[in-house]
């Protein structure tokens, strides 16, 4: 099947936990995002990687670090985990100026 | 003020109607404009997608765009239960600032009923 797949699927941590998120797209997109959805469904974009290289990192805690080992991987690496971070993690990917294909999310629960 | 207005619903209508759902926005210097379908526990997934002003209409889907306004609506017809879902609009910059930094509206939760 082609598409951007997410591993895990559902991540239940304590916090002060380090967890990380793996995305993987087989579109031959070269750009890849990681958006966030709070729990009122509010997506907003993290970061994005153009060909391994950082384009896009807003606003976010250094407690997050992204990582693309080649095109057609992103992984989010999360120190520290608190409460605040439990979300819907959500990975993306976009062949040039093209629409974005998103994955299927991982539901990350900070207990 | 949010970059993107979104009525958050729920909406909910009997199965056969049209619905209309919208979006008004701040920043004139958006120039894509999208509307995605996300059913439960799944990822958005990609209805609409128009460049700049005008409609675009895809079997029973319609888009609209009127930047003159900053206002978007997207438009069900013979709607199905299948329909029922959370559409999310999204739009994003032009040109060089086409970077795939999409701006959510808050999302729409829409529930057809049989």
């Known amino acids: 099947d082609t598409a951007v797949s997410q591993t895990p699927k559902y991540l239940v941590t304590q916090m002060g936990n380090d967890k990380s998120i793996k995305c993987e797209q087989n579109?031959?997109?070269?750009?890849m995002y990681w958006y966030k959805q709070d729990s009122k469904k509010f997506l907003k974009i993290m970061f994005s990687y153009n060909n391994k290289e950082l384009i896009i990192n807003e606003t976010v805690p250094n407690r997050f670090s992204p990582k693309s080992p080649d095109k057609a991987h992103l992984n989010l690496h999360i120190n520290s985990l608190e409460l605040g971070d439990s979300a819907v993690y959500f990975c993306?990917?976009?062949?040039?100026?093209?629409?974005?294909?998103f994955g299927n999310g991982t539901r990350l629960t900070v207990t | 003020q949010k970059e993107v207005e979104q009525d958050p619903g729920p909406l909910s209508v009997p199965e056969g109607a049209i619905v209309s759902l919208n979006c008004t926005y701040s920043?004139?210097?958006?120039?894509?404009f999208m509307w995605y379908r996300q059913y439960s526990r799944k990822g958005p997934e990609l209805l609409m997608y128009?460049?700049?002003?005008g409609n675009k209409e895809d079997g029973r889907f319609t888009a609209q765009v009127d930047k003159s306004s900053k206002y978007i609506s997207l438009f069900i017809r013979d709607s199905q239960p299948s329909d029922s879902a959370t559409y999310l609009c999204a739009m994003s910059l032009g040109g060089s600032g086409n970077t795939g930094k999409l701006i959510f509206g808050q999302g729409t939760t829409l529930q057809v009923k049989p």
């Open positions: 993306a990917s976009r062949k040039g100026g093209s629409p974005l294909h």
């Open positions: 128009t460049y700049s002003s």
């Open positions: 920043n004139s210097a958006f120039q894509y």
């Open positions: 579109l031959g997109h070269d750009t």
